[in-house]
Every structure is written in C-alpha cells, then in structure tokens.
C-alpha cells in the first residue's frame, strides 16, 4: 500500500474489527437472555452495528480498488466519500488512544481524497481550475499586497508567489491568495471554479476538503521549515504536474 493512505485504511479496519467484536457481544447478550428487558433495542443495535460494518467493508475494499486500478467510478466515489466521511472522527479518537498523530491521520485523508479526485477521468479548461495558496507563502518582509490581486507581486523571486504566477502565465489558471477560510469560500464563491488545488497545511486542507463539498480539492501539503504560517513553501513541481494532469485529463 502506497504512502500514508495506510494509516486510514488500517484504522478502518481495526474499527470494523471493534464493530464486529461489539456485535458478536450484543449477540451473546441478547442469546444469554441476561437483559431480556432490552432485547429489542440491542437487537436493533445490532442491525445498526451490521449495516455500518459492511458499509466500512466495502468502503475499504472501494480504497483498495481505485488505489491498484487508479481508476474509479461515481458508485465506488459515493461508498468511499461517505466511509471516509462518516469514520473520520471516530479514526481520530481511535488514532489518539492508540497514538497515531491527529497530523499524520489527516495526510493520510489528504492522500485518500487526492487519490479519488485524481481518479476522475476529466479534463478541465485552465479557466476553470483555481490555485489557491495561503497567505504565509509570501515573503514576510514583502510590503505588496498579494491576498486581493496577486498580479500586485514584483516576481523579485524572494518568495513562491513569483512560482504561482509563472504557472498562472503558463496555463492560464486562476490563483488566489487567501489569508484564511472565510476568504477562501468567498474567493470560490466568486470564480466559481469547477476544481480546486489548495496549498496549506495538514489540518486547513482537512477542513477545507470537507468543507467544500460540490467542488473536488485536490490538496498540496505545505513546507513549514520557519514553523507555521511563517515563510512557508511547496513543491512547485507536485502543482505544476496536477495542473498538467486536470487539464489534460490524464
Ligand atoms: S515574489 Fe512577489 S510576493 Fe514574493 S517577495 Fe517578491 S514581490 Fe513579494
């Protein structure tokens, strides 16, 4: 299993063991008949306990499936969007009681839903991907104004903002710098893009990637070797190949 994907499939699948052990003691309550009282409603817990079992069960095997044939489809998307959604939280407390960094979960989810967006077979008009990069990729020293026109930048090369406008020259992307969330969705509200790659750190990526829900985000972990939100970096051959890939189609 490629990357860091593992850590959230190997969650998942300690969590469906943790189900299938709670669901075979409901059995042995509900058969011993020591609560006969409660029968009904441990039954029904059982049900309940069964049908998210399977649907983890076949969530993974969806993961495992678009991760070997790099290929996917709207039904496997579906079953893997909801596992993922629905068992993120639980994983997290899993992840910290056994402890599994929140951080290196979230790369984990990153990975899986960079996998599923680059699944999908489509190629995109350069108009209608969006780049957006945090604020903190500037030169902290830099007195321009980037975060509402970033054509505002000098491309003195002090900074990754100049990287940012030579792949918007190149493609003809649109970029954005956006110093939080809030301007973030209103920076999407306005282009409308049809695909987003973001820039940011494990944890804005994980928000955002759930957070907009309609577009698919393609997330590109940042470099924070100043500590974070400080004079941060990425790779710009990571971006300038997921460009290539969305509008090719590839
Ligand atoms: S590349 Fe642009 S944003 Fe970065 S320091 Fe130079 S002028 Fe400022």
Redesign the pocket.
Known sequence: MQGEKKVFINLLSFLIILIIFIIIILNYIVKSRCIYVYDMFIIILIVFFCFIGLFFTIGIFAVVFTIYKKKTNELLNTFITYTVDMSYPILLIIGKIIGIKREKLQRSFIEINNLLVSSIKKKYKPKDILILSPHCI??S????K?TYDIE???????????DL?RLKDKYGVKIAVATGGTLARKVVSDIKPKIIIAIACERDLTSGIKDVKKIPVYGIINKRPNGPCFNTSFDVKSLEKVIIKFISGG
């Open positions: 500037q030169n020293d830099c007195k321009f980037v505002n930048c000098r491309r003195c090369g002090k900074c990754q903002i100049n406008l």
